[in-house]
């Protein structure tokens, strides 16, 4: 199988940056598309970016501008950098991606367990 592990969320003050981390490993896999969501307290959980394996990327509106999400296809690693954070930011962030297992040529979505991300006012 394929773990996808996030990293470098914390509590940082409005105006602040962040990168997160989110590191896929297994064996005999690829990736298609890699993304990070979020999940406020009491909302649905919600696209933030996605980045295609040749490098496309898109982005929710509400974070355009603020948000870079950027891959390492070598080290299988998506990251989303995080500029100008604003209380309304404050979330779990999740990454997953889209995985071929190339030892029964089987598809689906991994995704990791979430990185905290509070923003204080």
């Known amino acids: 199988q394929v773990q996808l592990v996030e990293s470098g969320g914390g509590l940082v003050q409005a105006g602040d940056s962040l990168r997160l981390t989110c590191v896929a490993s297994?064996?005999?896999?690829?990736?298609?598309?890699m993304g990070w969501y979020r999940q406020a307290p009491g909302k649905q959980r919600e696209l933030v970016a996605v980045v295609t394996s040749g490098g496309t990327t898109n982005y929710a509106d509400s974070v355009k501008g603020r948000f870079t999400i950027s891959r390492d296809n070598a080290k299988n690693t998506v990251y989303l950098q995080i500029d100008g954070l604003k209380p309304e930011d404050t979330a779990v962030y999740y990454c997953?991606?889209?995985?071929?297992?190339?030892?029964?040529?089987?598809?689906?979505?991994?995704w990791g367990q979430g990185t905290q991300v509070t923003v204080s006012s």
């Open positions: 297994g064996s005999r896999f690829s990736i298609n598309n």
């Open positions: 997953n991606a889209d995985v071929l297992l190339r030892t029964t040529w089987t598809s689906f979505r991994a």
